[in-house]
C-alpha cells in the first residue's frame, strides 16, 4: 500500500501537524463508495456500514467520509473540503482540508501532488470502473504523539506501534531518524526494528525542546524501501515544573507625597517557562506585607494580572515616612493557592518630596553692625529651617527684603551650602545720613508652595544693622575745578582758593594741602588755607597745555587716625594773548635754474590763536641788497607768493629775509628766512644735481677754504713722513758710524774704576759669537740672566726688533743698562764685556761690510756728519773732505 494523505490541522487556533491513518481495508457500501476515518483522537478507525444517500459528509462517530453519489469530472468541488473533529473532554479541535481528484490522474503506486502545504489529495476510481476495482496502494497515517513532560518511567516507554502492510509477505525492518533518534539531541527516541515499536529513552523537557519531528522508514532484509517515509510528531505536554521569576529581585518606585488614592507607582514583572497559554503558565499577583504600616497598613495595591502598584490610602507625607517596602508575590496556576507555585520580590516605594513646608526663621530678629563706606560686606547671617528634602526646589530658600532698604543698599543671597540668607551692603553707607537700619526679610523656596499650605508668620524677620563711624577722606567740591585765565600771567599771582571739606561732622579735624601734580611747576598752594598761587609765566603755547588746559591735581589730608587723604583736580583754560611772533612756512623750497612758473607760494605759522595771528603782512628785508634785485612778493588771500624778477638763477641755496606780521591787537612782527634751492631741473621739473646744490649751498668762499685745508692738511702728512724717514735713515748711519770710545757726546765717565790689571783684560770673546752658535748647555737659567746679556735661548731665529728707538733716546737706553748691571748680583766685574743690544738675525741695522774697507769709502757720501756738531767734524774731514 502506499501514502496518499497529506495534512495540516488546527488546534485552538495554532498550527499543529498531525497525521490521518487509511482504513486497512476498502469499505464497500452498497452505492460502492469509498470510506476514509479521519484519526482525530488517537484512537482505532472501526469501519462504518451504510453511506449518506446524497453528497459528501463527515459522520461525527468515526470521521469516515463517503462519496453519497456518483462523481464526475466536472462535478469534482473546486474548494477544498473542510473537516473538523473536536475532542470532548478537552475541547480541542481540528481542522483538514481536502480536496477530490479524478481517480485516473494517479497512477499506481505513486504519491498524488501536494497542491499547497495544507491540501490532501485522494484518488477516487470512477464508477464504471467498479468491475475493474482493485485494491489501491494507500499510505499510513500517524497522528500527533503527545508525551507528558518529565515523565518518571519506567523507560524506555513505548509510544506508538508502526506497521507496513507488507509485512505479511516477507519480513521488514523499521527505523526512525530525525532530532532525539539519530540527530542531536541522540537516544531520545528509539525503535524495534521487528516490531516497529516506538518508545522514548528518557525524560522530556518541554522548555528545553516543545516537539520532535521524526520520520518512519520500512525496508525489507536487502535494504529496499517498500514505504514511503512517513512523519511522526511527538508534542511534549507542559507539566507545571517552574516556579514564576521576578525580572528584578528589588523594584525600585517613588510617588509623590500627598498623592490621591488610585495614583499609579510602578509595575512589577514575573515570568513562568511554562506554557502561558496553560495554567502552568498564568501568573496572579499579590502584596504579602508593607513595611511600615503607617498611617494604614493597606497604602497599596496591586492589580493580579498585570502587577501594577496604585495606592489605594491617602496619608503619604515624605517626612513622617520617606519609603515603603512591599513583598509582591507571584503565583501560577492563575493564584491557586493548592497547585500554583510561587516566588516573591521586593518592591521599595520612595515617597518623593513636594514643597509642602515652608521655611522657617529660628529667631524673630537678627542683629549685624558694618563700618560706613564698606560694600560687599556680610552684616548678618539669617538662619531657617526647612522640613522638606534638602538640596532640592523645595528646601532652597530665596530671601526678599520687604522693608526698612528704600534705596536698596542691602542685599540678601543665599549660601547654597548651608541655605542662610546673607544680608550684604551692595551700595556705600554713610554714617553722618543713618546710624541704624532696621530691615524686614521674608523668606520663601524656590518653587511655590503645594496648594492649601499657607506662609506661616516664622517665614519673616527682622534685622537690626547699626552703621560704625570711620575716618573718611576730605573731598573737593567741585572736582574738577574750572577757571579761565589770560596766559602770560607773572608770578606770585593769586588765582584760587581750592578748598577741601570733611565728610566727618562728628570729628574735630584739620585739614592740610599739598602740591600732588603739575606737569610744568608753574603753581604753588599754601598748606592751611589752599590758595594757589603761580611760581612761573603762564604759557598757552607750552607742550604741557591741551586744548588750551592745563591740569593740575592737589591733595588734601586730615590728622585723623589714620589720616585720609583726597585729591582734587584744577583744570585752568588760559586765553591766548599775542606772544608769538609769526614765522614763514614752509621754511624750505625749491625751484628750477629757469624757473617756469618762477612763483612759490608761502604762508605763515603763528603759534598764537585768531585773532592775534593772521591775516599776516609780508615784506622783503633791504639787506641784502640783491634780495629787492632778484626777488618780490605779492600778498594773495591768506597766502603770499615769492617771484623771481630775473629769467635764470645759478644753482644754489639762497635765504630770503622775509618780514612777516600778525594782526593782534599790538601785532608782533618778526624776521624770518626763507631757504630756496634752485637747481637743474628735467623736463618733470625736478631736480636733478641735488648733489651740487648741497655744495653750492656752502658758497663759494666756503668751499675755496675747504680746499685749501685739505690741501695744507695733505702737505703737513707728506713732509711728516719725509721727515720720519729721514730720521730713521739718520739714526742708523749714526749707529753704524760713531765709535763709543770717540763719542764724547753723553758719555759715561768712570774715573775710580780699579781694574785687575793686564791679566783681567782676558775678555770672553765668545760673547760677541751668534747666539745660534751657543751649545745648550751653556745656556744659563732665566732667573739669574741679566737683563743686559745677550739672549742665550736656543731659537732657532731671534725674533724680529721693534724699530730703532729715537736718536735723542740712546743715552737713556744705556743709563738703563747701567743700572740694571749695578743691580744685578750675578754680573761680571765691571771691566768685562757688556753687552747694551744685540743685533743678530732680522736687525734692521744695515750692513756694516763697508767699514772694512778703506776702498769703499769714497762711495759714501759723509758730509751729513758735519750737521752732527763739532765732535763729528773730524770725521767729516777724514771720510768727507775732497781728495785732498
Not at 584760587?496 to 574735630?508: C, E, L, V, Y
Amino acid at each position: 500500500m502506499g501514502w496518499d494523505v497529506w495534512g495540516v490541522g488546527w488546534v485552538n487556533g495554532e498550527t499543529y501537524p498531525y497525521t490521518k491513518k487509511l482504513h486497512k481495508d476498502v469499505l464497500k457500501c452498497p452505492n460502492m463508495c469509498v470510506c476514509l476515518c479521519v484519526w482525530a483522537c488517537a484512537r482505532t478507525c472501526k469501519s462504518y456500514i451504510g453511506c449518506a444517500p446524497v453528497g459528501l459528509e463527515t459522520p461525527p462517530a468515526d470521521g469516515v467520509l463517503y462519496a453519497a453519489r456518483t462523481l464526475q469530472r466536472s462535478t469534482l468541488p473546486v474548494s477544498p473540503l473542510l473537516i473538523t473533529a473536536s475532542d470532548t473532554a478537552t475541547q480541542q479541535q481540528w481542522v483538514a482540508q481536502v480536496r477530490l481528484v479524478p481517480r485516473q490522474q494517479v497512477q499506481e503506486g505513486a504519491v498524488p501532488p501536494v497542491m499547497s502545504k495544507d491540501l490532501k489529495e485522494i484518488a477516487f476510481p470512477p464508477r464504471n470502473m467498479d468491475s475493474q476495482l482493485k485494491r489501491m496502494k494507500r499510505d499510513w497515517v500517524i497522528p500527533p504523539i503527545n508525551v507528558p513532560e518529565n515523565s518518571r518511567g519506567p523507560f524506555p516507554q513505548e509510544l506508538v506501534r508502526i506497521r507496513s502492510d507488507h509485512d505479511k509477505n516477507r519480513s521488514l525492518r523499521y527505523s526512525v531518524t530525525g532530532p532525539g533518534a539519530d540527530q542531536p539531541p541522540t537516544g531520545i527516541f528509539i525503535i524495534d526494528p521487528i516490531s516497529g515499536e516506538l518508545s522514548v529513552n528518557k525524560p522530556l523537557d518541554r522548555e528545553h525542546i516543545p516537539n520532535f519531528h521524526l520520520r518512519a522508514h520500512a525496508v525489507d532484509l536487502n535494504g529496499n524501501q517498500v514505504e514511503n517515509p512517513i512523519d511522526i510528531v511527538i508534542n511534549v505536554i507542559d507539566m507545571n515544573d517552574n516556579r514564576p521569576e521576578f525580572t528584578h529581585q528589588i523594584w525600585n518606585g517613588t510617588v509623590p507625597e500627598g498623592s490621591k488614592p488610585g495614583s499609579f507607582v510602578m509595575t512589577v514583572t514575573a515570568v513562568d517557562k511554562d506554557d502561558p497559554k496553560t495554567a502552568n503558565g498564568m501568573l496572579r499577583y499579590k502584596i504579602l506585607s508593607q513595611n511600615p504600616e503607617s498611617p494604614t497598613s493597606n497604602m497599596f495595591t496591586i492589580n493580579n494580572k498585570t502587577g501594577g502598584i496604585i495606592t489605594v490610602a491617602a496619608g503619604l507625607d515624605r517626612e513622617k515616612v520617606p519609603q515603603y517596602t512591599l513583598i509582591i508575590q507571584a503565583s501560577d496556576m492563575e493564584g491557586n493557592p493548592m497547585y500554583g507555585l510561587s516566588n516573591t520580590a521586593t518592591a521599595v516605594i520612595r515617597v518623593t518630596d513636594i514643597n509642602d513646608n515652608p521655611p522657617e526663621f529660628t529667631a524673630e530678629t537678627f542683629f549685624g553692625e558694618v563700618p560706613e563706606n564698606r560694600v560687599n560686606v556680610i552684616v548678618a547671617n539669617l538662619t531657617v529651617t526647612d522640613k522638606d528634602q534638602p538640596n532640592t526646589l523645595a528646601w532652597n530658600a530665596v530671601y526678599k527684603i520687604t522693608g526698612g532698604d528704600p534705596t536698596g543698599r542691602f542685599s540678601v543671597p543665599t549660601d547654597p551650602t548651608t541655605n542662610e540668607g546673607l544680608v550684604t551692603v551692595v551700595k556705600p553707607i554713610d554714617y553722618e545720613t543713618s546710624r541704624t537700619y532696621v530691615l524686614t526679610v521674608e523668606a520663601r523656596n524656590e518653587v511655590p508652595l503645594a496648594k492649601g499650605i499657607h506662609t506661616p508668620r516664622q517665614s519673616t524677620a527682622t534685622v537690626s544693622i547699626r552703621v560704625i563711624d570711620v575716618n573718611e577722606s576730605p573731598y573737593f567740591e567741585p572736582n574738577p575745578k574750572f577757571i579761565r585765565l589770560e596766559e602770560g600771567m607773572m608770578p606770585d599771582s593769586t588765582l584760587t582758593t581750592f578748598s577741601a571739606q570733611d565728610p566727618d561732622r562728628f570729628m574735630q579735624q584739620t585739614i592740610r594741602y599739598s602740591k600732588l601734580s603739575d606737569p610744568a611747576n608753574w603753581l604753588r598752594i599754601d598748606t592751611n588755607t589752599g590758595r594757589i598761587t603761580t611760581i612761573a609765566i603762564l604759557d598757552r603755547e607750552s607742550p604741557y597745555v591741551k586744548n588750551n588746559l592745563y591740569n593740575a591735581t592737589f591733595l588734601a589730608t586730615d590728622n585723623g587716625i589714620p589720616p585720609a587723604s583726597g585729591t582734587g583736580t584744577l583744570q585752568i583754560f588760559l586765553l591766548d594773548i599775542n606772544d608769538n611772533a609769526p614765522r614763514v612756512s614752509p621754511q624750505e623750497v625749491e625751484i628750477c635754474e629757469k624757473p617756469d612758473p618762477n612763483a612759490i607760494n608761502i604762508t605763515a605759522f603763528d603759534g598764537d590763536l585768531s585773532p592775534n595771528a593772521g591775516p599776516f603782512a609780508f615784506e622783503l628785508a633791504n639787506r641784502p641788497a640783491d634780495v629787492r634785485r632778484n626777488w618780490t612778493i605779492t600778498r594773495i588771500s591768506d597766502y603770499a607768493q615769492v617771484s623771481l624778477k630775473i629769467g635764470f638763477l645759478e644753482s644754489g641755496i639762497y635765504e630770503i629775509p622775509i618780514i612777516i606780521t600778525d594782526s593782534g591787537n599790538l601785532p608782533m612782527s618778526n624776521t624770518s628766512y626763507l631757504r630756496i634751492k634752485v637747481c637743474q631741473c628735467d623736463i618733470n621739473g625736478d631736480c636733478t644735481d641735488q648733489q651740487h646744490i648741497m655744495a653750492a649751498g656752502l658758497g663759494t668762499g666756503a668751499i675755496i677754504s675747504i680746499l685749501l685745508c685739505i690741501i695744507i692738511l695733505l702737505i703737513l702728512v707728506l713732509m711728516f713722513v719725509v721727515w720720519m724717514k729721514r730720521r730713521d735713515k739718520e739714526r742708523q748711519a749714526k749707529q753704524l758710524l760713531i765709535d763709543p770710545e770717540d763719542d764724547v757726546r753723553d758719555n759715561i765717565l768712570k774715573y775710580d774704576e780699579e781694574g785687575g790689571g793686564e791679566e783681567d783684560q782676558d775678555y770672553d770673546l765668545s760673547q760677541l759669537q751668534q747666539p745660534d752658535t751657543i751649545e745648550p748647555d751653556a745656556i744659563k737659567p732665566v732667573g739669574i740672566r741679566r737683563l743686559d746679556e745677550r739672549p742665550l735661548h736656543p731659537e732657532p731665529q731671534y725674533p724680529m726688533r721693534s724699530a730703532a728707538p729715537h736718536p735723542g733716546d740712546i743715552g737713556d737706553f744705556i743709563n738703563e743698562g747701567l743700572k740694571a748691571a749695578d743691580n744685578d748680583p750675578t754680573a761680571p766685574p765691571y771691566d768685562s764685556l757688556l753687552v747694551f743690544d744685540y743685533e743678530g738675525s732680522g736687525s734692521t741695522a744695515g750692513s756694516l761690510s763697508s767699514l772694512n774697507s778703506s776702498s769703499s769709502g769714497g762711495d759714501q757720501d759723509y758730509d751729513y756728519l758735519n750737521d752732527w756738531g763739532p765732535r763729528f767734524r773730524k770725521l767729516a774731514d777724514m771720510y768727507g773732505g775732497s781728495d785732498d
